[in-house]
């Protein structure tokens, strides 16, 4: 056997995530791929002077994560906006304060930008309004997002500068809150949020200072890919392109194009240039064709069959017909490309279904491999008919953790019995992957972990216990399953020989671990094409 390995790991729990679930101590790494698997002696034979050795002292080594959704510029390039976040903002007179101080060292006239809050957190139980933001800002153009990314609240002088007025008609898909004389209140709802944030994107300089960012506190959460579901602009391309040539992004990349729902979008555009899914390389790939079909479930505004429990008027929003659905998945499918569609309600899971089966029964393609993004709210005929599509489910389980006492409060106890169902999607057979669709909540992927295997909330409460699962199964859905969404499985995602060398070393053994516990462990090491990205440690010998 040839002992010119670079990398031995030795003494550890070596989760592979193959086909059989193996377990072992000790693995080599031979530049950028796994070159052998075993016991710590045999391993041990392989290195020679020049070989870095890992003794993991029984912590576990296992495949790096891979967040198949995730919204990575705008995670980056909220980290120097306005923090709305739970962890900083209690109260709508703390929101207000935390503008005022922003506002103060912010030249009259420009944006005030930020991003977090959650209205159901907030002392008040309501959203903030224009008029509380005037009366922090007077002087400036306010906007700030809802957590989920769907709701947002402008001020007045930024309802101005864009034209939103009383006569102002709702866009298709979307809403303008109103008081009771028909004044914009300032709340704006899907479309008419997304078409205000695409007026506020950021610049090429803060975008790649926000990328920056990213790319390092990923890396020291163990995500070695990720799944960019913001859908790239050309903006976007060439700062990412520029990130991974000049090696300060080192996470693999797999790059959504976005409709909005509305003609000629960049992302319509993007299927007339003859590039499909799959262009690129090992470090950066073009993805799926992704449509936006129904809002959030922590805002409210996903699309359901029945109102939700705290509002019996509300049944959530729709961006698209099921005309206009149909025509947009097939074009995209024609193109050659896969197709991800936001669909988290049941009455959005509906239509979905039916486009998918329209145009496969049609058109059939093999190995599409076409995705539903969160996917939420499933019933038992909608998952079998999932595996009668060959669809893969990107789920929101994560959520659970952050915003499980926001759905119970909007949706009922009752209703989310079975709210993003990993465990009976994985019995009846269907592959599914995790995401945690941040800033949408925290990138962290032991959040994601806990939530599949513990399903607690914040304050304690379980949700969806049926849909619990096993920690290797959790970890499959988080690693080997996201490979697969983006048709990468045979490259990444497991520990095996000839494999891309994405490794993790965690800060304990997550097999011995009590899951009440998970949220306590850590990230020692993180390993990208057999280079170390993030550690601990300065010496290797000391891991």
């Known amino acids: 056997m040839n002992n010119e390995v670079d990398t031995i790991f030795i003494n550890g729990s070596v989760i592979t995530v193959d086909d059989n679930d193996r377990i072992c101590e000790a693995l080599a790494v031979k530049g950028n791929r796994i070159f052998f698997l075993g016991n710590s002696t045999e391993v041990s034979k392989l290195a ?8 993991l002292r029984g912590r576990t080594l296992m495949p790096g994560f891979v967040d198949a959704h995730c919204h990575p510029g705008t995670y980056g390039v909220i980290q120097f906006q306005v923090a709305c976040g739970p962890d900083e903002i209690h109260s709508i007179k703390e929101l207000q304060q935390a503008v ?3 506002a103060a ?3 009259s006239g420009e944006w005030i930008l930020g991003r977090g809050y959650n209205h159901l957190s907030l002392k008040e139980k ?4 224009r008029w509380d933001l005037d009366a922090a800002a007077p002087d400036h153009k306010v906007f700030l997002v809802r ?3 769907h709701i947002a609240v402008a001020n007045s002088l930024a309802l101005e500068a864009y034209g939103i007025g009383k006569t102002t008609l709702d866009p298709k898909g979307g809403k303008i809150e109103r008081d009771q004389q028909g004044e914009p209140t300032g709340v704006l709802l899907e479309q008419a949020a997304m078409s205000f944030r695409m007026r506020t994107l950021p610049s090429d300089l803060d975008l790649e200072k926000g990328l920056r960012i990213t790319n390092r506190d990923f890396l020291a959460l163990g995500i070695t890919s990720l799944h960019d579901a913001n859908g790239i602009n050309p903006a976007e391309i060439r700062v990412f392109q520029k990130g991974v040539e000049e090696d300060w992004i080192q996470i693999r990349l797999y790059l959504m194009v976005r409709s909005s ?4 979008t960049l992302g319509d555009l993007y299927l007339q240039t003859g590039l499909v899914t799959g262009f690129g390389n090992e470090k950066m790939r073009l993805g799926p064709y992704k449509l936006m079909l129904d809002g959030a479930g922590s805002g409210a505004s996903a699309s359901m069959k029945e109102p939700y429990h705290n509002d019996q008027n509300n049944f959530g929003i729709l961006y698209l017909t099921q005309e206009e659905l149909d025509s947009k998945v097939a074009y995209a499918h024609l193109t050659g490309y896969q197709v991800a569609v936001h669909a988290i309600g049941d009455r959005a899971m509906d239509m979905i279904l039916e486009s998918f089966s329209k145009v496969l029964t049609r058109y059939p393609r093999a190995n599409h491999r076409h995705r539903i993004e969160h996917c939420g709210f499933l019933d038992r005929t909608h998952i079998e008919k999932i595996r009668e599509l060959g669809l893969v489910p990107v789920l929101g389980v994560p959520f659970l953790y952050e915003l499980g006492d926001t759905y119970l409060e909007i949706f009922g106890e009752k209703r989310l019995e079975h709210i993003y169902p990993l465990r009976s999607l994985m019995d ?3 592959m599914s992957c995790l995401s945690s669709d941040a800033p949408v909540i925290q990138p962290n992927p032991m959040h994601g972990l806990y939530a599949a295997a513990v399903h607690k909330t914040p304050s304690g409460r379980t949700v969806a216990p049926l849909e619990k699962v096993d920690l290797l199964h959790a970890i499959r859905a988080y690693t080997v399953n996201g490979a697969y969404a983006s048709f990468e499985e045979r490259l990444k995602g497991s520990l095996e020989k000839g494999k891309l060398a994405d490794l993790i070393v965690l800060s304990q053994n997550i097999l011995e671990t009590p899951q009440e516990e998970l949220l306590k462990v850590t990230v020692d090491l993180t390993m990208i094409d057999g280079k170390i990205v993030f550690s601990k440690v300065d010496k290797k010998t000391e891991l």
């Open 48 to 55: 020679d002077s020049n070989t870095a050795i890992f003794d």
């Open 126 to 129: 309501r959203h903030p309004t």
């Open 105 to 107: 060292e912010t030249p």
């Open 428 to 430: 009846m057979g269907v």
């Open 261 to 264: 729902g509305t003609e000629n």
């Open 100 to 102: 005022a101080r922003k």
């Open 147 to 149: 957590t989920c990314g």
